[in-house]
């Protein structure tokens, strides 16, 4: 753990525990402060507890919920660079509430020592980088993650394939950690392409009564692994998602992950244009049919007409190995981009997607699963000699 953190807990023995957890491993500090009689005026507590500048305060436990609360509120107006972690016994209500007042996690006063360590080190990690942010301050934060955002206008292209698959082998290759953000909102299938079983979806986030945040956010995600979660599209493609919703989502997800995947809907549409404007790197991809082709050719152009001229481009083709007439070559030319990576055809992407298991896990060894791989080694700071030698950890 590094950073400084302040208890705000008449309880001795809570401190013991989290100092317990963490061991000789604290590269900060960890201050206890007594809030008995204080919590009455809430403006107060809130500018005393964040007087030392910490990086996170954990309220509780021995303190009431309500005003708990309060001063989390208070906080989170005046100093949004500091994460709160709540401590009291967790209810769903409490979650609820929880929530909307902008508490980043909630732990129980018995916590085990494990997940002591996971709360307060992943709300460190936030504030670090919110801090980090906030100087920058203005336009997308310097320091957030990579967003990558999968384009093809033709739908069936592989869009979904490739997403998942490239969020997968991101995260089980410890680049940090993986959002795959589904903004195909009418017919996204990301959700079955993993296995996943979502609770929430985007459009519940849309009516989150206290708005987008990241605690709101994290709490809806759905979460596949310690290191991959995935913010799926809505059950009915009636759900409307505004497009506010969308932008604040990505931008969160920018500071809270390493990496942010987007797939995309076929056609060029407003979330999809929002998602660019946020993108560090955009993938082309198409397969070798003249329309896709001519499709991806009209996107790069209009993209270069409204000024998308920042964000890296990458150039895939999927089924590559098609004898159709067209070669990748020629893709090449029509789109008039270089070809990064490029995936064959295999009977065992679909059986995959059907059984919500990703090729890159099922089939590791296959030549389609080497594909996906070497998109995502596109993204994998190392050298460009490296690059080709990028390949799925099998440690699941
Ligand atoms: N390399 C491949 N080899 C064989 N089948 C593939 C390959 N890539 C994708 N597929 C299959 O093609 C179909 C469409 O793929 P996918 O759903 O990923 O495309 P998409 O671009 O996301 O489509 P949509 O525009 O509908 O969202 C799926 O059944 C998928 O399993
Ligand atoms: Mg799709």
């Known amino acids: 753990m590094m950073g400084t953190v302040v208890l705000a807990t008449s309880s001795a023995a809570f401190e013991q525990k989290v100092r317990r957890a963490f061991g000789t491993s604290v590269n900060g500090s960890v201050q206890r402060q007594h809030t008995e009689g204080m919590f009455s005026d809430t403006l107060a507590v809130a500018k005393f507890l964040s007087s ?25 107006d005046e100093r949004p660079e500091i994460g709160v972690i709540l401590v009291a016994e967790a209810t769903s209500d409490l979650w609820e509430q929880a929530l909307h007042a902008g508490v980043r996690d909630v732990l129980v006063p018995d ?34 993650g990579r967003v990558i955002t999968i ?10 394939a490739l997403a998942t698959n490239v969020a997968v082998t991101l995260a089980a290759n410890g680049e940090g ?15 079955s392409a993993l296995g996943l079983e979502p609770e929430n979806t985007i459009a519940d986030l849309a009516r ?36 506010a919703v969308v932008d604040k989502v990505i931008r969160l997800l920018s500071e809270d992950f390493e990496n942010v995947v987007i797939d995309t809907s076929a056609g060029l549409n407003e979330a999809t244009l929002g998602a660019i404007d946020l993108s560090t790197d955009l993938v082309f991809l198409c397969d070798l049919s003249a329309s896709a082709l001519r499709g991806l050719r009209k996107v790069a152009d209009a993209l270069d ?3 998308a001229v920042e964000q890296k481009r990458h150039f895939v083709v999927n089924r590559a190995d098609s004898k159709v007439g067209i070669t990748p070559s020629d893709a090449s030319a029509i789109v008039g981009m270089e070809v990064d990576a490029e995936i064959p055809s295999s009977q065992i992407v679909p059986l995959a997607m059907n059984y919500g298991n990703p090729v890159v896990e099922e089939s590791p060894h296959s030549a389609v699963a080497l594909g996906f791989e070497s998109v995502a080694g596109l993204f994998v700071d190392m050298g460009s000699d490296r690059k080709r030698g990028f390949s799925f950890r099998r440690n699941r």
């Open 52 to 76: 030392s500048n910490p990086d996170v305060i954990a309220i509780g436990p021995n303190v009431p919920v309500d005003l708990a609360l309060e001063a989390t509120r208070a906080i989170e």
């Open 111 to 144: 916590a085990t020592d494990d997940q002591i360590r996971g709360a307060f080190n992943r709300v460190l990690e936030t504030a670090e980088r919110r801090r980090r942010n906030l100087a920058v301050d203005a336009g997308v934060p310097e320091s957030s």
């Open 151 to 160: 384009l093809a206008p033709k739908g069936g292209v592989g869009k979904t």
């Open 177 to 191: 950690r993986v959002a795959l953000l589904d903004l195909d909102l009418q017919f996204g299938d990301v959700a």
């Open 208 to 243: 989150v009564a206290g708005g987008v945040t990241a605690t709101s956010l994290k709490v809806l995600m759905a979460r596949r692994d310690e290191s991959l979660y995935a913010l799926c599209a809505p059950n009915s493609p009636a759900d409307d998602v505004p497009e």
């Open 305 to 307: 007409s409204l000024g």
